[in-house]
Every structure is written in C-alpha cells, then in structure tokens.
C-alpha cells in the first residue's frame, strides 16, 4: 500500500473528494448534512472539490460501498487531483485499508475528521490532553495502515525478544502514552470536580447545544465574560464560566461547554470528560439551538443523545432558540414553541429576548429554591451569620430568646439545616417542579 504522509500545506486548502452516503431515513436532511460537512470541511482547512453519493440501506462490509461507485470516485480523484477522500461515515479499519488500496489516496473518514478538528482547536492543556487521547485511542487499531515497516528489528535491552515487530512496539508504546494520558486527565478531573463543589452555594446554568448553535456568542451577551465567539465548528472546546447577575439577589454562575454534533467519536466523549463534568453536576442547563436550520429536530435529538451518554440526562433543562435574527421558518418554530411551552426565544447577535431568557433563569433558581422557618438562640451568632451569608432572608423576628428567620435556600443546604442537632427547622414551602423544556 501507498504510504501517506501527514498533509499539511501553507498554500491553501488540501483537495477533497467529499463521499456522502445518507441512509434512506435521511434522504430529506440530505442539503443540510452537505452543508455540514463542507462546513467540517472548511474548518479542516479543506476544500471540496467534488462530491459523490452513495445511497445504500446498508454499508457493504469490506469497502463500505459498492465497487461502481468506487470507480467514480477514482475517477474523480484522477479528475480534481484530489489529495483525500473524506467520507461523512464512520469507517472501520478493514474498510479505510481496503479504499485506500484501490483509490490510491489517503481516505479519511467522519471520526478522523472530527477529531482533526478538535486537534487544530485545542488551545489549553487540558483539551491538548484530550484530543491526543481520542486521537490514540482511535488510531490503536489502525497501526497497520499507518506503518509499512513491518521488518522484524533486533533484539536489545528493554526488547521483549529476538523478531518483535516495529508495529508490536508502536502498540506498546501507544499503551503506555495513553496509561500515561488517563492519569494526567484524572488528576485535572479531580481538581475540576473540586472546583466545581467550591460552588455548591451558587445556582449553576449550563450551555449545551449542537455545534456553532450559538452558546459562546450568549454568554457574552449575557454577562461579561468577553469569550472567543466564530462563526465556526467547534471554535469552544474549554468551559468557560462567568458570573451572571440575576434580580433577587440569586448568585448564579453560567458555564459555555464544547458543542455537540451527531455521531461524535465516543473515545473524544470520554476525553472530554473533565470538561463535561460542568454539565453534571449543573442545576440548569440552557439547551441552545440554531433556530435558522431546518435541522433543529435532528440536531435537539443529537444533543439529547449525548446528555443521555454523559449522564445529565436528568438535569431541568429549558429549550432557548438562538439566531430568530436569520431568516427562518416561522411555522416550524411555532411547533416547537408549542412542544417546549417555556422555551425562549433570542438572538445573541441582535441582543434581543434577553431580559426574558434572565427571567426564566431566575425563575428555575426560585424553582429550586425552599422556604423555611429557622429558630436558633439570638446569643448563637455564628449561625446567625452563617444563615445571612448562604440564604435570602425573608422575614425575622424574636420569640423570648430565640430568633426566628424564614428564609429561602436550596435543597441540599435545606437538608443541612434541617439535619443540624440544634436548629429547629420547619419547611414551609419548596417546589419540585422541572422546568417545561427538558
């Protein structure tokens, strides 16, 4: 097999042959998943420079599609030059050798694809760690396509013995890198996981959405946190938190997350679980989405699939429906409006239906909020100090040598208090209530 080299250019996009290959249940999104995958593309520092469809109702096991469409495909790559096929399907490594023997090219396909990107995006230490896990982790089984130096290799010091291939090494060694890697992202994790409990006092929001729905740009609209927003793929793979200012006194930190897209390779979900652990432990998520895309049901039900992967599936969740800026359809949206009776509807860009998507916060923190009545003695000043410090007070009064405060917290604070061996605690109120949306 023709062995390729890693390409990198500095004259401009490499040349693809861009293979789509849509099942039937997907003839009617067929436009769209073009777009997105052009928009992959792009972000890739690619350029499509021909296209070609494949409708199969299943993939055929060697080569994933059938031999006639393989000669059209080599024809185009003989036609354009192209330097890869990209298809839009996960390949197994049996079926990129096998393409790769008869197209001649590097053959890359949807999981490569997106973990090149978040290679290329990765900015801090964590998501480098990260993404070089996924990227192992998927590589592991294709060593053989990637070597062609199969030779048998002395025997020395450290050699398990005499005819150990060099792909038996690389093996090993990629074991002990991603051992090594596990390690490092378990320790950011439990140092995530800390700083995370040091906001137990806080109400805690969470952005989550499809890629490129909008989060970023929201949250700068929302507060001050002035975060890198583009208008592109997976320009955010850090969280990025920032306080955000609430009437009624309610502290509340808001959180941007990596965004989701369909199939997302599941060694990257798992990289990327320190980073996900945000949307966790959170006590609201913001569900974002393009309202400008035809796509909103599928794109919802990729996002969902991925809470439901990472656990957070059970987390309130309000629908908020991002770019009405753009133009689109007003009767789709109408039915989601109708489906998700309190989602909101906003335009970061434009800045407008803000103020109601802060009411709806505040509303799910007042949600998840409980009123008591607390009596401790008035000469008890620490507890004294630390109600006022971690509650909203609402009224209070003396009674002989007791203080009696009826105040407002959260459920795991109510739970503190009320086990505590001195206070006397009486619930008076406290809603269970989710919020419409999830």
């Not at 790769?100 to 973990?115: P, R």
């Not at 490129?212 to 890198?228: P, R």
């Amino acid at each position: 097999m023709t062995q390729h080299p890693a390409h990198t250019t500095d004259d401009g996009p490499i040349p693809v042959v861009l293979v789509m290959t849509p099942s039937p249940q997907q003839r009617d999104t067929e436009a769209e998943r073009e777009a997105e995958m052009r928009s992959l593309l792009k972000t890739a520092n690619r350029c499509v420079v021909a296209v070609a469809y494949q409708h199969l109702p299943q993939p055929i096991g060697s080569t994933y599609i059938g031999s006639g469409k393989i000669k059209e495909i080599w024809d185009l790559v003989e036609d354009t030059e192209a330097e890869e096929v990209v298809f839009d399907a996960l390949l197994n490594p049996r079926q990129e050798r096998n393409l790769e023997k008869l197209l001649e090219v590097l053959v890359v396909d949807y999981a490569a694809l997106i973990l090149h990107i978040f290679a290329q995006n990765a900015r801090t230490h964590q998501a480098m760690l990260a993404v070089e896990l996924a990227q192992l982790e998927h590589n592991r089984s294709r060593l053989k396509r990637l070597w062609t130096h199969l030779d048998r290799i002395k025997a020395g010091m450290n050699m398990r013995g005499p005819g150990e291939k060099q792909l038996e090494v690389d093996r090993r060694l990629i074991s002990d890198r991603i051992r090594e890697l596990r390690r490092k992202l378990h320790t950011i994790e439990q140092r995530k996981e800390r700083a995370i409990a040091s906001r137990r006092d806080c109400f805690k929001v969470c952005l989550v959405g499809y890629t490129n729905a909008g989060k970023s740009s929201l949250l700068n609209a929302l507060t001050d946190a002035q975060v890198l927003a583009e208008d592109k793929l997976f320009a955010t793979l850090d969280t990025r938190t920032s306080r955000l200012v609430l009437h009624g006194g309610h502290d509340v930190v808001i959180s941007d997350t990596v965004g989701f897209i369909r199939d997302l390779p599941p060694s990257l979900i798992a990289s990327f679980h320190a980073t996900l652990a945000e949307v966790v432990e959170a006590d609201l998520l913001l569900h974002v989405v393009d309202a400008s895309l035809p796509s909103m049901e599928e794109q919802i039900a990729t996002v969902e699939g991925v809470l439901r992967q990472i656990g957070a599936d059970h987390i309130p969740a309000l629908m908020v429906f991002n770019k009405i800026d753009l133009p689109h359809s007003k009767t789709i949206l109408l039915a989601f409006k109708r489906r998700y009776r309190n989602a909101v509807l906003v335009s970061a860009h434009q800045r407008c239906g803000l103020d109601e998507l802060r009411q709806a916060i505040r509303a799910a923190a007042e949600q998840s909020l409980q009123t008591l009545r607390v009596r401790y003695p008035v000469i008890d000043g620490k507890t004294d100090a630390f109600l006022r410090r971690h509650c909203t007070i609402i009224d209070e009064c003396y009674e002989d040598e007791d203080a009696v405060v009826t105040l407002r917290a959260d459920a795991q604070l109510s739970a503190q208090l009320q086990d505590h061996p001195v206070l006397r605690v009486e619930t008076i109120s406290g809603s269970t209530e989710r919020p419409q949306g999830s």
